[in-house]
């Protein structure tokens, strides 16, 4: 996999890092990609620069060497390494450190010109979260979804980058929002143990972008492998779907997903 060196900002090529931090966020204006880290100078003209500096900033500051952001670590130009990416996706978050997990969305909780004397009590805070974190777009996104529940540590973030709190604070919160049981949310390990047609139920209000990513998005949650063709619409969630056991064929929330494709 290709991982971005956070003291110099050059992808390297690593086979078994042992240690990375992964970032996840929604895609937004100006995301910086694989073929633009070619130049770093021009690279961090691009309003998606501030993403890239700032995941590595908190990198930094927990001594780890490696961070992975979906937007600049994946060579999309080579089919085969976005179809490894793509399958691995599941596995890369699970395995990560620590995902950091960005919400454009949430605002800050005091104003931006607040001075550093300013109070910043832990309930203020939590509060806030508690009452905006829900409507954050994050939550209804395709991709996320899995990005949810791989991982074991969380931190999460506002549109300020300032810290808001891990899964495990969070955890009632995150499952009165999703509908995942918190001890799936803590242990992903037990996520075979969930039927299929629940574990479906999660993805109900989840959209994405292109059409074959509904499929592509929950391959790791159904623990399922299959070659990435875009361009093939709703067929590749009926590729999908022929490779979920069969007494999920009739779920409720399957044929929900279809009508979404």
Known sequence: MHLLNTATYQLESVLHPKQYAILSHIWGYGEVTFDDMKDISAASQKPGWEKIKNTCRLVVERGIQYAWIDTCCIDKSSSAELSEAINS??????ESTVCHVYLSGLNPVYPSDHTSD??????????????????CRWFTRGWTLQELIAP??????????????????????????????????????????IPVAKR??????????????????????FDVNMPMIYGEG?????????RLPRASMTSPCLHGLIQLV
């Open 89 to 94: 996706m599941f596995r890369w978050y699970k």
């Open 152 to 193: 074991l540590k969380m931190a999460f973030y506002d549109k300020r980058w300032m810290y808001r709190g891990d899964k495990q604070d969070l955890v009632n919160l995150l499952t009165t929002i999703t509908g995942i049981e918190s001890s799936i949310l803590l242990d992903p390990m037990l996520l075979p143990s």
């Open 234 to 242: 709703q067929k590749s969630f009926y590729a999908f779907k022929k």
């Open 200 to 221: 479906m139920s999660w993805a109900a209000n989840h959209q994405t972008t292109r059409a074959e990513d509904i499929a592509y998005s929950l391959m790791g949650i």
């Open 118 to 135: 300013y109070p910043h009590p832990d309930a203020v805070i939590a509060n806030h979260t508690m009452t905006n974190l829900h409507k």
